[in-house]
């Protein structure tokens, strides 16, 4: 690799916005150290210091809201801009939610590209109304991504009941009711179909199970 005269080196829009980044600085903020290094001449001299006021109007378009919820609604024109090639099978569906907000993700298969942001809800509960509402409005049956989160929300997209229920499980009809081996037997029976009003299913599932991402961790058990 080349050396860099750091004496003359001066530091490019995407660099400074990876430090922004990285620095999870706000648009205020951003823009004060971007006026800062440009008065220390650090900066290129086609680095604008007030791109940070208006960078989000780019993606502005791509991106709708229906009350509570903001959703992307063209989610292959938003990766042209952001110049990156989606294919479905190369991305996950990460959803998610705190005692804040509801959100949903794209990550991708790797560390190479950035998560791309595709639902965000404040005080929205994780319930399968809301989660059916994501996976329409972001088109899910078209692009049928891998789906990955906590069992409480993969649960909840399988048509599970929530809660302690007795089979709560989507991959095997494990009985956490049962006295003395709910937790010692290691072989259960694998769950054969996913039919509402049977065995804790109260909803048609969302998804397939075959789009469902386990971790590492769940697959060296062995179900």
């Known amino acids: 690799m080349p050396s860099i005269d750091s004496s003359n080196y001066k530091i490019t829009k995407s660099e400074l916005s990876d430090l922004i980044r990285d620095l999870e600085l706000p648009e205020n903020k951003a823009e004060l150290l971007a006026s800062g290094l440009q008065q220390w001449n650090l900066l290129h001299h086609s680095v604008k210091v007030t791109t940070f006021r208006t960078r989000n109007q780019e993606f502005e378009q791509f991106f709708k809201t229906v009350g509570y919820f903001t959703y992307c609604k063209d989610i ?33 298969n790797g560390n190479e590209l950035p998560s791309i942001p595709v639902a965000y809800a404040p005080s929205t509960k ?18 049928q991504w891998g789906v990955c989160g906590y069992f ?3 649960a909840v997209l399988l048509g599970l009941q929530a809660g302690c229920t007795k089979y ?32 804790n299913v109260i909803h048609k599932p969302l998804i ?15 179900l």
């Open 168 to 199: 709560s499980c989507f991959l095997c009809e494990w009985d956490s009711h049962a006295r003395g081996t709910p937790y010692s037997r290691k072989r259960w029976p694998h769950k054969q179909s996913l039919t509402p009003g049977m065995k």
């Open 76 to 108: 292959d024109g938003l990766m042209d801009v952001m110049h990156m090639r989606h294919s479905p099978e190369q991305w996950r569906l990460f959803i998610d939610a705190s005692e804040t907000s509801l959100k949903a993700v794209l990550l991708p």
């Open 152 to 154: 409480k929300v993969i």
């Open 126 to 143: 994780e319930t399968y109304t809301t989660k059916n509402n994501i996976l329409v409005e972001v088109d899910y049956k078209k692009y």
């Open 208 to 222: 397939k199970p075959s789009k469902v991402c386990l971790p590492h961790y769940i697959l060296n058990w062995g």
